[in-house]
């Protein structure tokens, strides 16, 4: 037994001594019965790293934390208030979370989850509020209420035919940093899709926009205008201001420009390629072309814009011109150290009959020729180009030089009415003929509103222009006539004169306005236009001076007529007619808009009194509503007299009731009285002067008590003897 106990212990010790020896050279020891996994546990928090704001949304991001041993499956990120979740899958370490409320400040957590569980949540995120920020995409109509200032593209504004979207700038300032934006929507502040307006504030760094159907309207771009992407549409450009930079550039797409301000320095305020355009009312200034059409633009129309001070006023070239319906016509150029308007085209065939009819405009001082006409390469061919009615005035070479080449590649048709005078070639023009030009100022007259009433302020406004001499320096005296009437005269020194009145009578009115130079004595007259005055609109109130009356009051009915709407002044003229009822109680004429009448003859009762003005030239007709006139019974009293009394029962016995009307009522009370002898009536008589008697005979001897009874009529109260009277038969 003893030699098994010492195997036992000596198998022992050798088992420690390897243990020792494990020990010291790895560190560590595995226990019979366990394994490496059971090491691992949930992961340890995440740190959140940032919360970029956007619209409705923000992009959490956040650290990986330590997984304790155990792969990182999923994370978990909580917005608060709200608690919704957003789960995310994989490695990824950010996400967007949507849903949020505008304005709402947001704290985010995030948790990890491996095989072993779910980490504890990160520490919350500083409160964040949804912002409209840089970068974003616009799906909705939003109004900026503050300015953006981004280093790449601000915006994205994205609508669809479904839901078209509204960018309102709000009066603020979007600023970009990236490149001037190009075909495609590549650089610029803002992006615009379909179906997107873009309005009210300043663009810096400009707009792409990659598709039609847009707005863009009161913006003021500065260093970058728009960049329209061909794709067909008709974008819309109006009433906007243009600073500095390329102004507009339009390939395939259609727009349509009008009363836009362009003010340099930059290459060019538009260039429009394959396109139709239309390009009406714009001011263009310090650019080194205005308007440059190149590149099969087909029928592009450009009509009553101003180009001065730029290097050329308006060229078409490349290949600019390839469809019927285009024109060039009544625009003004001046002042531009190039050509005004440049027609040079590059080589190509033109179908027959092609060409833009240059008419109507008004070319002054440039540096180069008014007009100039010619292929700008050798081989344009069938272009045929008609000027017509164009004014050339100061340019420093012709006037006009349309010059046909040889071969025909351009034919120039001469449409007559063409003027040119003081150019620098003493030729004047060249293929076409121009008459000397002839000055005359032109005067048009308008009126706001065309058509009014009475009393209502009417503006005239007269304008003076002239071909030679800038509205700011036309000064002379203005007149504004009615017919021969003289309504009013006055000095301008930059051809405009207002004038209000509010005394037009109604009726057609022929209004002209004639101007005289200063230091002239022609009169230039303006085309009559029609003044309209209406009638006014009006509207009848009747009133009572005592409501309710007692019964042969006086009441005194008064009825006002006003102008309604737009009209001013006072109704004179016409007749208020009072009617109780369909009852006609009596006219009286209106004056300073009012008319009474006064009656005691309204009976006691309610009585619906209406007053129908009739109307006058200056005035319509008109009718109040209903006044419940209301008119009560007189109060009475009633006494009772007996004579003689006492009296023998052999004689006669005279009664007699006095009825009066209690002031304020007057008159004598009408109706009948009835006597009774001790409750028991002996007879009826019809009151006389608010009097009524009884003559009674053969009374019994005693006491009899006499009592009167007031059977009153419409317009009187009733009323009984207080106390009886006592006659006394002997």
């Excluded at 000596?10 to 790895?26: G, Y």
């Excluded at 706001?448 to 009433?453: K, N, T, Y």
């Excluded at 002239?520 to 309209?532: D, F």
């Amino acid at each position: 037994m003893g030699s098994i106990i010492c195997a036992r212990r000596a198998s022992l010790f050798r088992a420690v001594a390897v243990l020792a020896a494990t020990v010291a050279t790895s560190g560590s020891v595995l226990i019979a019965g366990t394994t490496a996994a059971a090491a691992a546990s949930a992961p340890d928090a995440p740190i959140v790293l940032s919360v970029v704001a956007g619209l409705k949304q923000a992009v959490v991001s956040w650290g990986v934390p330590n997984d304790n041993g155990s792969p990182i499956q999923s994370y978990a990120v909580t917005v608060s208030p709200g608690d919704q979740t957003t789960p995310v899958y994989g490695p990824q370490t950010s996400v967007t979370v949507y849903g949020l409320t505008q304005g709402t400040a947001y704290n985010f957590t995030v948790t990890a989850t491996n095989e072993f569980g779910t980490s504890s949540p990160s520490a919350p995120s500083p409160a964040t509020t949804g912002v409209f920020g840089c970068g974003i995409t616009l799906n909705e109509s939003w109004t900026l209420t503050q300015d953006l200032s981004c280093p790449g593209t601000a915006l994205v504004v994205d609508g669809t035919d479904a839901s078209p979207v509204v960018l309102d700038l709000g009066g603020h300032t979007v600023t970009s940093t990236s490149p001037e934006p190009v075909l495609g929507c590549y650089g610029g502040a803002i992006c615009v899709g379909p179906q997107a307006t873009l309005q009210d504030g300043t663009v810096d760094g400009g707009v792409a926009n990659s598709t039609n159907e847009n707005t863009f309207q009161d913006l003021t771009f500065i260093d970058g205008g728009l960049s329209l992407e061909p794709a067909g549409g008709v974008p819309l450009v109006r009433a906007n201001h243009f600073l500095g930079g390329s102004g507009i550039y339009s390939s395939q797409a259609n727009p349509i420009i009008e009363d836009n301000v362009f003010q340099g320095p930059g290459s060019f305020a538009m260039h429009l390629k394959q396109s139709y355009a239309t390009v009406m009312s714009n001011t263009v200034s310090g650019y080194d072309t205005g308007l440059f059409v190149a590149d099969d633009t087909s029928g592009a129309i450009v009509e009553n814009n101003v180009f001065d001070h730029n290097g050329t006023g308006i060229q078409i070239g490349g290949y600019g011109l390839t469809d019927t319906g285009g024109h060039i016509s009544n625009n003004r150029v001046m002042f531009n150290t190039g050509d005004g308007i440049l027609i040079g085209l590059g080589p190509g065939t033109y179908p027959p009959g092609i060409g833009f009819p240059i008419t109507g405009n008004v070319v002054l001082a440039n540096g180069g020729d008014g007009i100039h006409v010619t292929p700008l390469f050798d081989g344009a061919q069938g272009l045929n180009t008609t000027l017509a009615n164009n004014v050339t005035i100061g340019n420093a070479g012709l006037g006009i030089n349309a010059l046909n080449s040889s071969p025909p590649d351009i034919v120039v048709t001469d449409g007559g009415g063409n003027q040119a005078s003081e150019n620098g070639n003493p030729e004047e023009c060249v293929n076409v003929s121009c008459a000397p030009f002839v000055d005359s100022d032109v005067v048009s007259v308008g009126a706001s509103p065309l058509e009014s009433v009475i009393g209502q302020t009417v503006t005239l406004t007269a304008t003076a222009s002239s071909v030679t001499t800038p509205d700011a320096l036309l000064a002379g005296t203005m007149r504004f006539y009615d017919g021969a009437t003289l309504l009013h005269s006055q000095a301008v020194t930059a051809g405009v004169a207002s004038f209000s009145t509010a005394k037009l009578a109604v009726g057609a009115h022929a209004i002209t306005a004639t101007f005289t130079r200063k230091g002239s004595a022609t009169v230039e007259s303006s085309t009559a236009i029609t003044e309209q005055v209406d009638p006014a609109v009006t509207v009848t109130a009747v009133a009572s001076d005592l409501n309710p009356a007692i019964d042969t009051q006086k009441v005194t009915l008064r009825a006002t007529v006003t102008r309604s709407g737009a009209a001013t002044g006072t109704v004179a003229g016409g007749t208020v007619t009072f009617l109780d009822g369909t009852t006609v109680l009596g006219s009286k004429p209106v004056s300073r808009g009012a008319a009474s009448f006064a009656t005691k003859l309204l009976d006691a009762g309610t009585h619906p009194i209406t007053a129908a003005y009739s109307g006058s030239v200056a005035d319509e007709a008109s009718t109040s509503g209903e006044l419940d006139q209301t008119v009560t019974p007189a109060a009475t009293s009633i006494t009772l007299t007996a004579a003689p009394n006492p009296v023998s029962h052999t004689r006669t016995v005279a009664l007699r009731a006095t009825v009066k009307r209690v002031a304020p009522a007057k008159g004598q009370a009408g109706g009948t009285v009835t006597f009774y002898d001790q409750g028991v009536p002996i007879g009826t008589v019809p009151l006389s002067a608010g009097k009524a008697s009884l003559t009674l005979s053969g009374l019994t001897v005693g006491s009899h008590p006499i009592t009167a009874d007031y059977n009153n009529d419409p317009n009187d109260m009733a009323v009984t003897t207080a106390m009886p009277l006592t006659v006394t038969v002997t």
